[in-house]
């Protein structure tokens, strides 16, 4: 339990300094080395659980899933970051994207790293990173909502206005 909580200090550490360097512009150049640390945590924490359910094939096949299915979507979101010409990890964003994964969810990136780490956790059986679910989903919205207030609001307000009106911001609009 202590690895896991230093993970989560580590975690939310590295959060508020991805955030900090996000929203203010100031060392923009660490958010990049940031991401990575972070996502390798997000990965890495199931791992370190010591406390597992029996290891039940159906429960690996369905986290398999589960996983594959949270490493296409943040792949196919990439894919689209990068063919729209925007470059990522920037306070101040060229261009608002809002075709393919971004027309059915406005953050497609933050949604495929919620559903890797629900996989890794269900085909690991991790049952501490299981009760770390919530917490997580948490930390993602809350980025998501200030990287909207502060960023992309101010850059494309009537554009984005209409955006989030007719798209979820984790999850699908029901219409």
């Known amino acids: 339990m202590v690895v896991q909580s230093v993970w989560l200090f580590v975690f ?9 360097t996000g929203f203010s512009g100031k060392c923009a150049q660490y958010r990049p080395l940031g991401i990575v640390i972070w996502t390798f945590i997000i990965i890495y924490l199931p791992f370190t659980s010591r406390v597992h359910v029996r290891n039940i094939p159906a429960w690996q096949f369905i986290g398999t899933i589960i996983l594959l299915t949270g490493i296409t979507l943040a792949t196919v979101s990439w894919i689209r970051f990068l063919k729209e010409g925007v470059k990522p990890y920037t306070s101040q964003p060229s261009r608002l994207i809002t075709e393919g994964p971004y027309k059915i969810v406005r953050h497609p990136q933050y949604l495929a790293l919620i559903i890797i780490f629900i996989g890794i956790s269900v085909a690991r059986g991790a049952i501490i990173s299981i009760y770390l679910i919530p917490f997580i989903v948490i930390f993602h919205w809350v980025e998501a909502f200030l990287e909207e207030k502060f960023v992309l609001e101010k850059e494309f307000p009537r554009k984005y206005k209409k955006y989030r009106q007719n798209t979820g911001m984790l999850l699908p609009k029901m219409k």
Request: hydrophobic residues 90%.
């Open 12 to 20: 939310l550490l590295n959060a508020i300094i991805i955030w900090l």
